[in-house]
């Protein structure tokens, strides 16, 4: 694991952090100058630069948009430079898009990057080697990283990182850094992170110590009212459709369920049927892929006796995209032009032969998950 070093010195016995360490010493002896914290580096090192640009995935989720919005917030109060947030693509599941409408973070959504030597460019919940966001494959490196999930390879220069795959959520870690500057967020910023670390801790089996003291530290900025309102988003007209494809289109075998979509005419429905069906009883890993935009996605669920799901997916996408995440929820991607919409034949199977390889099941022929009788009876 990744680190930049020890953790933020928190007083639990306040409603803030203590930025000062007690430490016991001899008679006579200097005191012992208090230690810095990772905000305090994370600020020191991005002072040298005029501007800072932040940089998260593309189709950022919850705390990709929280843990941006809450470093733009950091740095405003104690930089006082200028200071951007950027990110690729769009957001698309609906309770994403509901928190965007109500919360109005202080997102850009650009096609391209340009910066110059006087930028600090920070890469937030995601890492360079991922093939996920607007650095990829470019010039520009990040002079810091800021991450929660296990990363799949740890070889990428930045003067400060910040990887803790032990957290629920990114959002965490830039809670602990609000906290430990003496830094209040407003309650719309305090409502996108407490969302961020609810919705990326769901089917998580480790809620950390320091999810919880974030989450109880949040607590009184947070305007509940908007926070029901973003859980409670509508569903478009479509979502319904592709969910009844999906039920229509899952095969299971043995204790692992396979479904690969005809259509999807959102990201979030990928995530959304790999969520539902981990909730089977006789489940333990689930994966759904389905073409998005010419870019076949993959979500990647495990029950805690599925085994670690980061390892599944890369273990089905190697040489062919890439993938990560965390032990029980995991997804990845495969850029390759596609003209059907749909995963082709030989790619499903290529895929179907890795996913029962991965899970050690050695059943080649599957079970619909909804027997067609079941469905034509019904219509």
């Given at each position: 694991?990744?680190d930049?070093?020890v953790?933020?010195?928190?007083?639990?016995?306040?409603?803030?952090?203590?930025?000062t360490?007690?430490?016991?010493h001899?008679?006579?002896?200097?005191?012992?100058?208090?230690?810095?914290?990772?905000?305090?580096?994370?600020?020191?090192v991005?002072?040298?630069?005029e501007?800072?640009?932040?940089v998260?995935?593309?189709?950022?989720?919850?705390?990709a948009?929280?843990?941006?919005?809450?470093?733009?917030?950091?740095?405003?109060?104690?930089?006082?430079?200028?200071?951007?947030?950027?990110?690729?693509?769009?957001?698309?599941?609906?309770?994403?898009?509901?928190?965007?409408?109500?919360?109005?973070?202080?997102?850009?959504?650009?096609?391209?990057i340009?910066?110059?030597?006087?930028?600090?460019?920070l890469?937030?919940?995601t890492?360079?080697?991922?093939?996920?966001?607007?650095?990829?494959?470019g010039?520009?490196?990040?002079?810091?990283?800021?991450?929660?999930?296990?990363?799949?390879?740890?070889?990428?220069?930045a003067?400060?990182?910040?990887?803790?795959?032990?957290?629920?959520?990114?959002?965490?870690?830039?809670?602990?850094?609000?906290r430990?500057?003496?830094?209040?967020p407003?309650?719309?910023?305090?409502?996108?992170?407490?969302y961020?670390?609810?919705?990326?801790?769901?089917?998580?089996a480790?809620?950390?110590?320091?999810?919880?003291?974030?989450?109880?530290?949040?607590g009184?900025?947070?305007?509940?009212?908007?926070?029901?309102?973003?859980?409670?988003?509508?569903?478009?007209?479509?979502?319904?459709?592709?969910?009844?494809?999906?039920?229509?289109?899952?095969?299971v075998y043995?204790?692992?369920?396979?479904?690969?979509?005809?259509?999807?005419?959102g990201?979030?429905?990928?995530?959304?049927?790999?969520?539902?069906?981990?909730?089977?009883?006789?489940?333990?890993?689930?994966?759904?892929?389905?073409?998005?935009?010419d870019e076949?996605l993959?979500?990647?669920?495990?029950?805690p006796?599925?085994?670690?799901a980061?390892e599944l997916?890369?273990?089905v996408?190697?040489?062919?995209?890439?993938?990560?995440?965390?032990?029980?929820?995991?997804?990845?991607?495969?850029?390759r032009?596609?003209?059907?919409g749909?995963?082709?034949?030989?790619?499903?199977?290529e895929?179907?032969?890795?996913?029962?390889?991965?899970?050690g099941v050695?059943?080649?022929?599957?079970?619909?998950?909804v027997?067609?009788?079941?469905i034509?009876?019904?219509?």
């Amino acid at each position: 694991m990744l680190d930049s070093g020890v953790d933020e010195p928190w007083d639990y016995g306040r409603g803030r952090s203590s930025l000062t360490t007690v430490t016991k010493h001899n008679k006579g002896a200097k005191p012992a100058r208090p230690r810095r914290t990772r905000s305090d580096r994370l600020l020191s090192v991005l002072s040298e630069f005029e501007q800072v640009l932040i940089v998260t995935h593309d189709n950022p989720d919850p705390d990709a948009i929280a843990s941006g919005w809450g470093l733009l917030r950091l740095f405003a109060e104690k930089l006082k430079i200028p200071c951007r947030f950027v990110a690729g693509g769009a957001v698309v599941r609906a309770e994403n898009r509901r928190l965007l409408e109500i919360l109005r973070p202080p997102i850009e959504f650009v096609e391209e990057i340009e910066t110059s030597d006087n930028v600090g460019v920070l890469l937030v919940d995601t890492i360079p080697t991922a093939a996920n966001h607007l650095l990829r494959g470019g010039n520009v490196y990040p002079i810091a990283v800021i991450d929660h999930h296990e990363p799949e390879s740890e070889r990428f220069p930045a003067r400060f990182r910040d990887i803790r795959p032990k957290l629920a959520a990114t959002a965490t870690i830039v809670g602990q850094y609000l906290r430990a500057q003496d830094t209040e967020p407003s309650a719309d910023l305090a409502t996108a992170l407490a969302y961020a670390i609810r919705t990326d801790a769901v089917g998580v089996a480790r809620f950390s110590r320091s999810d919880h003291q974030v989450l109880n530290w949040l607590g009184p900025f947070v305007a509940h009212d908007k926070l029901a309102n973003i859980e409670a988003a509508p569903l478009p007209l479509e979502y319904f459709a592709d969910l009844l494809l999906a039920l229509q289109n899952t095969y299971v075998y043995k204790n692992a369920a396979l479904c690969f979509l005809p259509q999807a005419n959102g990201v979030e429905i990928v995530g959304e049927v790999a969520d539902a069906l981990i909730r089977c009883q006789t489940i333990d890993r689930a994966l759904c892929g389905a073409v998005v935009e010419d870019e076949v996605l993959l979500s990647v669920r495990t029950s805690p006796a599925g085994g670690d799901a980061s390892e599944l997916v890369r273990g089905v996408l190697a040489r062919l995209g890439r993938g990560g995440g965390h032990q029980q929820r995991a997804g990845g991607k495969i850029s390759r032009p596609v003209q059907s919409g749909r995963i082709n034949e030989e790619l499903q199977a290529e895929l179907r032969a890795r996913w029962l390889r991965v899970c050690g099941v050695d059943q080649q022929r599957g079970k619909r998950l909804v027997a067609p009788r079941q469905i034509v009876q019904n219509l």
